[in-house]
Structure formats: C-alpha cells, structure tokens
C-alpha cells in the first residue's frame, strides 16, 4: 500500500491498512511529520500515539514518492485549499501527481480521496499520471473515493461508515472496491468518479446550507424573544423530515468553509450560479462578527465596554474534540476582541499556544473568577461548562451548552 500525504485523512488510513496486515509506504512533504510517525509519535487525535506504534512495523514513513514503486495501491490524500481569491487550489494535488507519475508501476491502482469538483481524477490527475507514459485502463487504474472522516468521532470510523468508490473503467471500481473492503464493512459503488466526487460535495453542502438556516434563525428568534434552543429541541422530535441542526459561532475545519467553493467555481464553466452555497456561505462567515457583537452587548448590559474588559476565551479549536484550528471562528472572534481592545485570554487543552495572537492556553478553572466575561465558542467533551458558567461574572455560551441550566449573568446565542 501506498498513502501520499499524512494528514487527517493519510495517517489514518495508512494506520488501519497497517493493522489490516498490509505494509504501507506513507510518503509525505513535511519531513517533521515523517520524523513524528517514524517516532511512533501521533500529531492527529483520531490516532493515539499508542495505536500508531503498535502498528509502526508495517509503516514505512518517508519523504521519497520512488519508495512507492512496488506498492500494488496508492492512496492520494493531499490538501485541497483555496487559493487567496476562493478559487480551487490544486497545486498540492498537481505536484503528488506528477511526483507520482515519475515512479508509477505497471498494474497500480491509484485512489484519488481529497474531496474536490466533479471531473478532477479523469480530467486532472490521470492526464498527469499518463505522463508516464502508462495508460489508464490498459497498465493501470484509477478511482475516487472520497474520505468521510469526522475528527473526533467514535461511533463511526473508517471501519463502519460506507465507502462510496467511482472508477474510470469497470476495472477500476472493481479493484478499488476489493482494496477497501479490507478495512471498511460497506462499500457504496457509483457508475463514475464525478458521481463520487459529487457526493462528497453534496454532503458537505448539505450541512453548510443547514448550518447557515438554522444561524439565519438563531439571529431572527433572538429578536423576537424566542429560544432557539428550545425550538430546535421541539422540532427534532418529530420522527421523520426534520434533521437536527444547531446554531454556532460558524463554521470551520478544512472542509465546510472551503469544498463547497470548488463546486461553486466548476458551476461556472456550465453557466450555473449556485445560490444557495454562496449564500450559506455568507451567512455562516458572519457568525463570529455576530457573535461579537453579542459579546459586546452582553458586557454593555454590565457597564463594561470591550476595551480593556478581560475576555476569557473557552476553545479555540473549530470544533469540539479536536485541536484543529484551521478557519476556527474563536480564532476570527478573538482577532476581532483582540482588535477592540479586549484583554484577551484562552483556554484549549487541545491548542497549547496561538502564536498569531501572541497567546498560551491557561485553564478556565484558575482564571475564570479574573474574567469580566467567559466566552464558550468551542465546547470539548468533559468539561463542567456548568460549573464554570456558576463560577463567573458574565458567561456567553455561543454552543448551547448550558441550555436547562439557570444561571445569572448568563447569555446564549
Ligand atoms: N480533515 C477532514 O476531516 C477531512 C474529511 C474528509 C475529506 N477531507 C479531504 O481530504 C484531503 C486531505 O485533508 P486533510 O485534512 O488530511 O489535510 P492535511 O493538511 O491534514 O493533510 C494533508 C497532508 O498532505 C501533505 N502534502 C501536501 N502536498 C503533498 C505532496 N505533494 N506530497 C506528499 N504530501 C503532501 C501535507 O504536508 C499534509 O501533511 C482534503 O482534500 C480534504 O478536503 C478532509
């Protein structure tokens, strides 16, 4: 097995191929991050350090695309950003693929997992692979399939969530299908690659359009004096055509604020304008400012303006679990805080220091009787926001967290 780019999604794949009894050849660019997996050493939470040692001696970590030469599949599992003008950024994807073709082997099956705009695999990475000289089909064979990972999540993992797999040929999908079915339970076929791509897209969208709804009604229902929280709660128990919901500081990770831009931008060449992702997307970056301005009013209620008020900030990652802090909406909230004058302080297990912000974490427990207002944007499993919110002058809970509980001074989203 090979796996390019050990990231969120690289590392965990190449760690459950590893214990599935596969060798793997894990080729990456950061040569830190060889170095960690060399040491046994996990940077992502889903794989403990522990699981990852225990299956080291089927991993060959490395900077090296040559050392993937004898492997019978290859996984790509890259970044695939926005550039600084929201367009797809494929050039991480471009440099594995032509890094790749360099060393390709007759018989190899190439899997294409970072999520991206229907017509990428046929129309982008197998014209470069065919730069070897190879052609798909006849000497090799190429599929997508996209990576349905939920940082932090226990209940489903690679193991028991669905596999959907799109194949150039027959051929293609069949041998995709058999590699995965060695550690997934069910492998969802489609007729093509775009199909799959699609479907990645669809759920993401999916949840960054009703993400965005539920927000829009969070900040209408706030004025008019009804519970968000208790509408949401009531709605859910009806038994069928309602999905749960709920409203937050925004959205963040790499994947909601970022892939469906990518179908936003393949729309165009078809003459589509897709409404509804710009719009969800709009909505969803004006979360934080909104939140803010909460914030502000919430310390107006107690005379104290923002500047100089010491805002202790609870979470900093984007969501809860994890440390990940890429396109956080603390991170936005707290730029802005930090921007009016705030003195700002943090609290993260999961994120030690925000050098951009000149901050380290310090625990809530000791600080939060020093704060003027206690902020939870991020709520990770475990703590007593409860008692924290008891313990402090003003507590705004941007998460829902602390919804049954009464508590003075205390302000909910
Ligand atoms: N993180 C998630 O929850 C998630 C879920 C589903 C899908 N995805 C998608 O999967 C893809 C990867 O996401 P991620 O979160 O794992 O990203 P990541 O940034 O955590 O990991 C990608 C890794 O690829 C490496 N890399 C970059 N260019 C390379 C190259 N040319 N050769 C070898 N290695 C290279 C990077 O150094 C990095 O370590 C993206 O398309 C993302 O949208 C991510």
């Known amino acids: 097995m090979g796996v390019i780019g050990l990231g969120y999604v690289g590392l965990p794949l190449a760690v459950a191929f590893a214990e599935a009894g596969e060798r793997v050849v894990a080729v990456e660019v950061d040569s830190q991050k060889v170095a960690a997996v060399r040491a046994g050493e996990s940077y992502i939470e889903d794989v403990p350090s522990e699981r990852l040692r225990a299956a080291l001696e089927r991993i060959r970590a490395t900077t090296r695309y040559a050392d993937l030469a004898p492997a019978e599949a290859i996984l790509i599992c890259v970044p695939t950003p926005l550039s600084a003008n929201r367009e797809p950024d494929l050039g991480p994807l471009n440099a594995s693929a032509q890094a790749l073709a360099q060393v390709l082997q007759p018989g190899q099956l190439v899997v294409l997992e970072s999520t991206t705009y229907p017509g990428t695999t046929r129309e982008r990475l197998v014209p470069l692979l065919e730069e070897s000289g190879l052609r798909v089909g006849a000497d090799f064979n190429v599929a997508f399939s996209p990576e349905r990972v939920d940082p932090g999540r226990t209940d489903y993992t690679l193991r028991n969530t669905p596999k959907v797999i799109g194949g150039i040929t027959e051929r293609c999908a069949e041998r995709a299908e058999e590699l995965y079915r060695r550690i997934c339970d069910h492998i969802v076929p489609v007729s093509t690659p775009e199909a799959a791509e699609l479907t990645k897209l669809l759920e993401n969208i999916f949840r960054s359009v009703n993400i965005a709804l539920v927000n829009e009604l969070a900040i209408l229902a706030e004025r008019m004096g009804i519970n968000i929280w208790e509408v949401i709660d009531a709605a859910s128990t009806k038994p069928y055509g309602f999905m749960r919901f709920e409203p937050g500081p925004g959205m963040g990770g790499h994947c909601l604020p970022v892939d469906p831009f990518y179908l936003t931008w393949r729309a165009r060449e078809f003459h589509m304008s897709t409404e509804f992702i710009e719009l969800a997307g709009k909505i969803n970056q004006q979360m934080p400012y909104h939140c803010v301005e909460r914030i502000e009013r919430a310390l107006n209620d107690a005379g104290k303006p923002v500047k100089g008020s010491r805002i202790l900030i609870l979470g900093a990652s984007y969501k809860g679990g994890v440390g990940d802090t890429r396109e ?56 007593d926001y409860a008692e924290l919110a008891r313990r402090s002058a003003l507590f705004v809970d941007l998460r829902g967290v602390t919804r049954g509980i009464e508590v003075e001074n205390l302000v909910r989203l």
């Open 328 to 383: 956080s909406p603390a991170i936005r909230i707290m730029e802005v805080l930090a921007e009016r004058g705030a003195a700002l302080s943090y609290d993260d297990p999961f994120v030690p220091a925000l050098p951009d912000l000149g901050l380290e974490s310090t625990p809530a427990a000791g600080a939060v009787g020093d704060a003027d207002a206690v902020i939870l944007v991020t709520a990770h499993p475990g703590v």
